[in-house]
């Protein structure tokens, strides 16, 4: 009998379980996302992203007492495929998001109901050009701008010291692979390994994207279709193969690797987006006074340019139950002046919202950087940014342009082979 | 002689390679980041424990994750084997018609993958306003072919005759289940119990569906949320919170795994 009672009683147990699962059901849906009662506002955002947000929460609430705000922090892929099963149901969703600047358009593409037109609340003047352009869709605003990456290069003054090398010298990529070539010879790093100029992911297509972009192109035109064999592109690529070739590249092939070149102090230069300051502090806290920050060198005969990679931006779905008091409240947290400074000292968000550079902050010396005024330096090539059209194809052509670039780093290809055959693929894959 | 050595050599450098990911991963929660990326990295244990520790709990409610995670593993078990267990019973041992239209049913539900059912399943679960609940995320896996396939298939090899025999003595059907046929497939059970655990444990995706407020997530969507900055990650503390969340299911599996390599094997061969 003992066996029975056994199972009788983790059955019993197993069925009270459940019972209590299904109460619990009750309680726990009240913070769920739907509750539509016209003053909760629930958010889904990253990391910093996500305390900047409540702090302007607290701000918006001195102003609008009945409104209640409901934070749920989220990862990037967690939003992503929140996303992909809310939107096609229209059910459970947030009332603000934050997504990625390159991911707004695509997402907009594929529901294109799915965010709120924010037209009326953005002034397309007062945001940098190549923000409006990712949260722009279907020919409407469907996302806010937030933070930019305006890229521009990093490099270690000590390190330039030593090989006797300008910064200032290096206007063009030429003179950045002669001063590389100096560098490389020269300069060990504390552990004695050689120093390389900068890191490439031969895997992967970031330093050609980077370099695509400054260089005014871009994966596809204003009208979706594939130019990812431009002659802008070209010249990027062969000019990626010339860095790469010339033996001054220091290899990643992850993220990890590439905070590591930093940890280790490989290379003596970074081209990178603005954020990059907060994790160069981070893993690098004894590199302080070492680093300094220029313009991203140009093309030969071209003039300066910057380029971007990364920020992201928020979206209201338009099921929102609470469209217009969310409308209101993005509007306020992003371009409230104090707001803005206070999320770029804090958390290093760097805004696109252009009359926030009039504050003091921004022209103010960093002691890491050597007492440089380098955020001047974000400021001045962000503003010369193009805007860059995205469309939903953006991820397959990025996974697919990596192969390509690794062909041409790794396997030697010939590099307007390599990009006519990636344009093929790709035409083929999207249809136009 | 050589040939032994070469075995053990050969047996030596696989569980080193097996192992290390996993001390890596241990030594690395008491490291600090510097010297996790650092080339080499440090590979002994660090003095960070502690501080990793603190920041750990400030991102992340470990002990409210903790409590959720063995919570849906340990309710979604128990219910996988009494109904698993009846279900592969039935099949395996009872005669009524309809049953092999029944069994190629279950069996074709395996083919079907899990990603085409996320929305009609997140749009059911909306609909019965059940989203954000324990039992949102343990009754889809309820529905599992394969526990169903793995008990049928050990019952099978259960002598017909000792059943009969049960029932000439006047045992119940019920008792037959409960006293004769479940005592003597217990490595079967303990591997559909370690299987369930593990499954429901790194249940990932559809609780980061149906899962709305850090209050219900469980280790694997924590651990997501933990890793979601794309452009400064906190390796050590992340490495922390996944050794945590790996510690239980080792300790499981070290307990478990005879009956766990001898209940797999258990369906294989049929006389």
């Known amino acids: 009998m003992?066996?029975?009672?056994?199972?009788?009683?983790?059955?019993?147990?197993?069925?009270?379980?459940?019972?209590?699962?299904?109460?619990?059901?009750?309680?726990?849906s009240s913070a769920s996302a739907e509750s539509g009662d016209g003053n909760t506002i629930t958010v889904w955002a990253w990391d910093v992203a996500l305390k900047q947000l409540q702090a302007a929460a607290e701000k918006f609430k001195e102003t609008h007492p009945d409104v209640e705000f409901t934070f749920e922090e989220m990862g990037t892929d967690q939003i992503y495929t929140k996303l992909a099963t809310t939107l096609s149901t229209g059910k459970g969703l947030a009332d603000v998001i934050q997504i990625e600047g390159e991911q707004v358009s695509g997402y907009a593409t594929k529901y294109?109901?799915?965010?709120?037109?924010?037209?009326?609340i953005v002034n397309e003047d007062d945001f940098l050009d190549v923000k409006i352009g990712e949260v722009s869709a279907n020919g409407k605003i469907v996302g806010f701008p937030w933070d930019a990456g305006p890229v521009a290069l990093f490099y270690r003054r000590d390190y330039f010291e030593q090989a006797g090398v300008n910064a200032e010298d290096i206007k063009t990529w030429d003179d950045f692979i002669e001063a590389g070539k100096k560098i490389t010879e020269t300069c060990t790093t504390p552990s004695g390994e050689p120093v390389k100029m900068l890191p490439i992911a031969p895997n992967g297509s970031n330093f050609w994207k980077l370099i695509l972009t400054e260089n005014g192109g871009s994966f596809f035109d204003a009208e979706g279709n594939t130019i990812v064999n431009s002659p802008e592109a070209l010249e990027a690529?062969?000019?990626?193969?010339?860095?790469?070739?010339?033996?001054?590249?220091?290899?990643?092939?992850?993220?990890?690797?590439?905070?590591?070149?930093?940890?280790n102090e490989n290379v003596a230069t970074i081209p990178e987006a603005v954020w990059m300051i907060g994790t160069i502090k981070d893993k690098g806290p004894d590199q302080s006074g070492k680093w300094g920050v220029i313009d991203l060198p140009a093309f030969p005969g071209k003039d300066p340019a910057g380029s971007t990679n990364g920020g992201a931006n928020l979206v209201i779905p338009s099921t929102s139950p609470n469209l217009d008091i969310a409308k209101e409240f993005v509007e306020f947290a992003l371009t409230d002046q104090q707001l803005q400074v206070d999320g770029f000292v804090n958390y290093g968000l760097f805004p696109s919202y252009i009359p926030v550079y009039d504050d003091p902050t921004f022209s103010e010396p960093d002691e890491f950087f050597g007492g440089q005024?380098?955020?001047?330096?974000?400021?001045?090539?962000?503003?010369?940014?193009?805007?860059?059209?995205?469309?939903?194809?953006?991820?397959?052509a990025l996974s697919a342009a990596g192969s390509a670039c690794s062909k041409v780093y790794l396997e030697g290809e010939d590099p307007k082979t390599a990009l006519d055959e990636l344009q093929n693929d790709l035409v083929s894959k999207f249809g136009k | 002689m050589i040939k032994k050595i070469c075995v053990y050599f050969l047996l030596i450098l696989a569980a080193f390679l097996s192992l290390f990911p996993f001390?890596?991963?241990?030594?690395?929660?008491?490291?600090?980041?510097?010297?996790?990326?650092?080339?080499?990295?440090?590979?002994?244990?660090?003095?960070?424990?502690?501080?990793?520790?603190?920041?750990l709990v400030e991102k992340m409610d470990i002990f409210r994750v903790a409590f959720n995670t063995l919570f849906l593993s340990v309710v979604f078990v128990l219910l996988a084997v009494i109904l698993f267990s009846s279900a592969g019973y039935v099949l395996a041992k009872y005669e009524f018609k309809g049953k092999g239209i029944i069994f190629g049913f279950i069996m074709v539900s395996m083919m079907i993958p899990a990603q085409v059912m996320y929305v009609p399943l997140f749009q059911m679960f909306v609909s019965a306003g059940m989203t954000n609940t324990y039992a949102a995320v343990i009754l889809p896996s309820l529905a599992n072919a394969f526990g169903i396939f793995l008990m049928r298939q050990n019952m099978m090899n259960f002598p017909t005759a000792l059943i009969e025999a049960a029932r000439i003595d006047g045992y119940t059907e019920f008792q037959i289940f409960t006293h004769i046929v479940l005592p003597n497939v217990k490595p079967a059970l303990s591997a559909l119990v370690i299987y369930m655990f593990t499954t429901m444990w790194n249940n990932f995706m559809w609780p980061l569906i149906v899962l709305e407020t850090k209050d219900m997530y469980n280790f694997p969507v924590a651990l997501a949320v933990l890793d979601g900055n794309p452009t400064n990650k906190d390796f050590a503390v992340i490495l922390l919170a996944t050794s945590i969340a790996t510690l239980p299911i080792l300790f499981i599996f070290m307990v478990f795994q005879k009956q766990f390599v001898a209940g797999v094997m258990g369906g294989a061969v049929k006389e």
């Open chain 1, 112 to 120: 294109p109901d799915g965010f709120a037109d924010l037209s009326d």
């Open chain 1, 2 to 28: 003992k066996k029975v009672k056994m199972f009788a009683s983790a059955a019993a147990v197993a069925a009270a379980a459940m019972l209590a699962l299904t109460a619990c059901g009750g309680g726990g």
């Open chain 1, 237 to 263: 690529m062969e000019m990626a193969k010339k860095i790469y070739d010339a033996g001054i590249a220091q290899n990643y092939s992850d993220w990890a690797e590439y905070e590591g070149v930093v940890v």
């Open chain 2, 23 to 55: 001390y890596f991963m241990f030594v690395s929660g008491t490291n600090s980041n510097q010297a996790i990326l650092a080339a080499p990295p440090r590979l002994i244990p660090g003095d960070m424990l502690a501080q990793n520790f603190s920041v």
């Open chain 1, 373 to 396: 005024k380098i955020y001047e330096t974000f400021i001045k090539l962000g503003q010369t940014v193009p805007s860059v059209n995205y469309t939903e194809n953006f991820n397959e």
